[in-house]
């Protein structure tokens, strides 16, 4: 079992690039985790199987109550901008699901896109400091005297490998977080286009008189 503290020590300064990298890539991965797990996502079918009930009870302020009791969650803004608008125009619904689709979009992905290139950074560092420790080697090779040349040799296989580790080390779980963050981010933003083309039909239905056939066509 390799110890970290060697690890870190035998690595030399690339070691230090490394770590940076790993501490600003976690902190990254832990806020959008918390922020999607926890403030923006929401039962979305649950959710809208009772804004489509108090829809069709034609209870419009009910519904943006109940968004309002979700105020960090993605889709409920989304929905409350077309409930806000439920008497207006098919045309002037819509673009308020739009532009609230638009404005919660860059939230639910910010800084997602950090991940991946910390995770490449680390993966080039430690290939940087790979080249660096066997250049190192090549030189005690060439250059050394005896007496120093296998000490210096050790030097810079061990900058070469560690620093090759350590930057994997980072660069793999950063890409796995990203890789579940953005599943995560795709999903909420699935439901944001699907559930708001539903309150879109739903509320144009109900301006129309026909509400009860709409809602079996979505059904």
């Known amino acids: 079992m390799i110890d970290p503290v060697t690890m870190f020590k035998e690595?030399?300064?690339f070691m230090f690039v490394i770590l940076a990298v790993g501490v600003f890539a976690m902190a990254i991965a832990f806020e959008r985790l918390f922020y999607i797990v926890f403030?923006?996502?929401?039962?979305?079918?649950?959710?809208m199987a009772q804004i489509q009930?108090?829809?069709?009870?034609n209870n419009i302020?009910?519904?943006?109550?109940l968004c309002n009791a979700e105020p960090h969650a993605a889709l409920p803004r989304v929905v409350k901008a077309g409930l806000t608008r439920a008497n207006r125009t098919e045309k002037e619904i819509e673009n308020a699901i739009d532009e609230a689709?638009?404005?919660?979009?860059?939230?639910?992905?910010?800084?997602t896109a950090y991940l991946a290139m910390l995770a490449n950074i680390a993966t080039l560092t430690g290939?940087?400091?790979?080249?660096?420790?066997l250049i190192l080697a090549f030189s005690a090779v060439a250059k050394a005297s005896a007496e120093t040349k296998q000490q210096m040799?050790?030097?810079g296989i061990s900058v070469a490998m560690y620093t090759t580790a350590g930057g994997l080390m980072v660069a793999i779980p950063t890409l796995v977080l990203h890789s579940v963050i953005t599943n995560r981010s795709n999903k909420i933003l699935d439901d944001i286009d699907q559930y708001g083309l539903k309150t879109v039909n739903l509320l144009t239905a109900r301006r129309r008189g026909n509400l009860k056939e709409?809602?079996?066509a979505e059904a």
Request: hydrophobic share 50%; charged share 20%; proline share 2%.
């Open 11 to 13: 690595g030399g300064a």
């Open 39 to 47: 403030r923006a996502n929401i039962n979305s079918t649950a959710f």
């Open 53 to 57: 009930k108090l829809i069709m009870a």
């Open 61 to 65: 302020d009910r519904a943006i109550k």
């Open 101 to 111: 689709t638009l404005e919660v979009g860059p939230l639910i992905n910010k800084r």
């Open 127 to 133: 290939l940087l400091g790979t080249i660096m420790g």
């Open 153 to 155: 040799l050790a030097n």
């Open 214 to 216: 709409e809602a079996a």
